[in-house]
Nanobody
């Protein structure tokens, strides 16, 4: 199983980025797909997650600015990030929760700076 993230990069404050995470290989019974982030010197935290039942959960710090979506046919999850702030700077990780195992991507760096 491999999770490949893309879409990170350098963006100015107020800008937007769209992250993608494509899962390949055999993942039985994908339940939740989500995004986490880890800033320098801080613990990894949940950003947003999307369940197979259609629920969407967001960290308070990103509500109204970030939108998570998933394409079940492609085993892909997206994170649209608008109105980015310097405090959004972090490595963003994709996580896929299957029926028996959880899987993590290697991360993609998002830097918000002028």
């Amino acid at each position: 199983v491999q999770l490949v993230e893309s879409g990170g990069g350098l963006v100015q404050p107020g800008g937007s980025l769209r992250l993608s995470c494509a899962a390949s290989g055999s993942i039985f019974g994908i339940k939740t797909m989500g995004w986490y982030r880890q800033a320098p010197g801080k613990e990894r935290e949940l950003v947003a997650k999307a369940t197979s039942g259609g629920s969407r959960n967001y960290a308070d710090s990103v509500k109204g600015r970030f939108t998570i979506s998933r394409d079940n046919a492609k085993n892909t999850v997206y994170l649209l990030m608008n109105s980015l702030k310097p405090e959004d700077t972090a490595v963003y990780y994709c996580k896929v929760e299957g029926l028996y195992s959880d899987y993590w991507g290697k991360g993609t760096l998002v830097t918000v700076s002028s």
